[in-house]
């Protein structure tokens, strides 16, 4: 019982060792909007969808992020990464539609409908978008994972929090925890992403 226990106790460290590296290795990439370096690209993670096809309020204040981003000149173009593997369930579509109802114009708004996780929307923006240099918007939890991610595949990208200013939830913090763990092990084993390139959601339905 008592190896049984020592056994656990580590398990439990390791885990929260692993996922603090992740949590503060990219840490000092995270700025304000107003100080956020100029990139090519501003990369927006999906989110959910709302009843109605339209973007969740979690996801809406991603778009609205990108977009003062996008207006203040940061970034010439916006990648929206979301998951089209349900035809009921057009992350991406919304997520455009939401972009350029709002002023973007169309060539300024590209989409990867095969963002399925965190670790695939970086990957493919880094392969098959050809990204090299990016902003990424989400909210402020979720942010040093997908800085890691998006640094270790080897993109020079910053993080810009699209809850910026507001208090931080403690709702994703246990879930958060292992996301961390596991997107260092993705990285290390350099895993695919489930739809690499040549291949979309979209096209396997």
Not at 173 to 182: A, D, G, I, Q, Y
Request: proline letters at 5%; glycine letters at 8%.
């Amino acid at each position: 019982m008592r190896r049984g226990l020592l056994g656990g106790a580590l398990a439990v460290l390791g885990v929260l060792a692993l996922s603090r590296f992740v949590q503060t290795r990219y840490q000092d990439r995270i700025v304000p909007l107003s100080t956020a370096p100029e990139a090519p690209v501003v990369l927006v993670f999906g989110a959910g969808l709302a009843p109605g096809g339209v973007p969740s309020a979690v996801l809406a204040q991603r778009l609205d992020t990108a977009i003062a981003l996008w207006k203040a000149g940061k970034a010439r173009a916006v990648l929206v990464s979301g998951d089209n593997s349900d035809r009921f369930h057009d992350e991406t579509h919304a997520m455009r539609r939401y972009m350029l109802e709002r002023g973007l114009p169309e060539q300024a708004v590209l989409g990867d409908d095969s963002g399925l996780s965190t670790y695939d929307s970086c990957v493919r923006a880094f392969t098959v978008f050809q990204v090299r240099k990016a902003l990424l918007v989400t909210q402020g939890f979720h942010l040093p994972r997908a800085l890691y991610i998006a640094n270790s595949v080897g993109m020079d990208a910053w993080g810009v929090a699209a809850d910026e200013g507001r208090p931080s939830t403690r709702r994703y913090l246990v879930r958060e925890m292992f996301s961390r763990v596991l997107a260092l092990a993705m990285v290390h084993l350099e895993v695919k992403p489930t739809f690499p390139a040549g291949r979309t959601a979209a096209s396997q339905r």
